[in-house]
């Protein structure tokens, strides 16, 4: 079985302040992947990162950072330099390797971003 | 490139009703998958198609059911409609099935529907 876990359901900051997103997983596959998804408001969910599970280098891309420990089991996501167009729903998801296109999501964190 | 286009947007129907929602993929995306998202459950995987066939299943009752057409847009039903199913429905495409090279997958901005 495959699990993801977001223990943050809310987080609220001041702009320009960074946040840390935590999700940790459970997964008896030895190759997997992980994903982020942003949700505003409008509902859809908009792609931000994949990684496998060979791959734990730390990614960065704008404010976006990535932080993958493979040792702890957590695909942690940073925003620097919080933005208010930073306000949504961030959803950490596993997919494994024999699991086709299915993608096992956590319980999403919501980010409030305050002016 | 057009996005995942899904219709309706919003539906209220009444229980006992059935229903059917309609996702059209990313153009030259072959696989299509469904998810129910709920305050409660959060957001679960109902199922995948690829070149017509079902690929994977999650665990959700015989009444909710879906097809792939040969253009590969998807259609998923629900019969017999109860309270619980109220919930926001996301499609999500990608250009095939998912395997060595994990397939990114690309969501519509979903249907809302409200059974009363």
């Known amino acids: 079985a495959q699990k993801v876990t977001q223990a943050q359901t809310e987080i609220s900051v001041v702009e320009k302040e960074d946040v840390t997103l935590d999700c940790v997983y459970e997964t008896r596959d030895t190759t997997y992947y992980l994903f982020w998804y942003k949700q505003p408001p409008s509902g859809e969910l908009v792609f931000l990162i994949r990684r496998n599970s060979f791959d734990e280098q730390n990614e960065i891309s704008g404010r976006y950072s990535w932080n993958f420990q493979k040792s702890t089991s957590s695909f942690n996501f940073t925003i620097t330099a919080s933005q208010v167009v930073d306000s949504a729903v961030y959803f950490c998801a596993l997919s494994g390797y024999a699991a086709g296109n299915k993608l096992t999501f956590g319980g999403g964190t919501r980010v409030l971003v305050k002016p | 490139k057009a996005g995942v286009t899904q219709t309706p947007r919003y539906l209220i129907k009444t229980r006992g009703q059935q229903v059917t929602l309609s996702c059209s993929p990313i153009s030259g995306h072959r696989s299509v998958s469904w998810y129910q998202q709920t305050p409660g459950q959060g957001l679960q995987f109902l199922f995948e198609y690829f070149s017509e066939t079902q690929r994977n299943k999650g665990n959700f009752p015989g009444r909710f059911s879906g097809r792939q057409f040969s253009n590969s847009r998807s259609e998923m039903n629900v019969s017999t409609l109860e309270l619980g199913d109220s919930a926001l429905y996301l499609c999500?495409?990608?250009?095939?099935?998912?395997?060595?090279?994990?397939?990114?997958?690309?969501f519509g901005a979903g249907t809302r529907l409200s059974v009363l």
């Open positions: 999500a495409s990608s250009p095939r099935d998912g395997g060595a090279s994990k397939n990114i997958q690309y």
